[in-house]
């Protein structure tokens, strides 16, 4: 079963010997930074943990599902996220 926010916030407080309410702002701080960093168009790179950049999609020509029309799909944003090498060990193992 995956850990929901709670979870991680009872794990970090634990592991950081903070309290709950503490770890949780700690949680929401980084989702703040992740969040303007990525709006702002920079990348965060977390040594070992991860990497989390915004990329550009190009505008595509897709298919309505229902009719089989093509349509056209407009440029936009999205989010890559690559692994670290702590994270790659871990699923190793």
């Known amino acids: 079963m995956p850990l929901n926010r ?4 009872q794990q970090i407080a634990a592991r950081a ?5 503490q770890a949780d702002a700690a ?4 989702q703040d930074v992740l969040v303007a960093a990525l709006a702002d168009g920079e990348a ?6 991860l ?4 990329t550009e999609r190009a505008a595509r020509t897709g298919r ?3 009719t089989g029309e093509p349509l056209e799909i407009p440029a936009g944003h ?14 190793k193992r």
């Open 6 to 9: 709670s979870d991680v916030v």
């Open 17 to 21: 010997d903070l309290t709950r309410p």
């Open 27 to 30: 949680l929401t701080a980084l």
């Open 44 to 49: 965060v790179r977390l040594t070992g943990l």
């Open 51 to 54: 990497a989390v950049e915004r």
């Open 64 to 66: 309505n599902p229902r």
């Open 78 to 91: 999205t989010v890559r996220i690559t692994a670290g090498s702590s994270l790659k060990e871990a699923v």
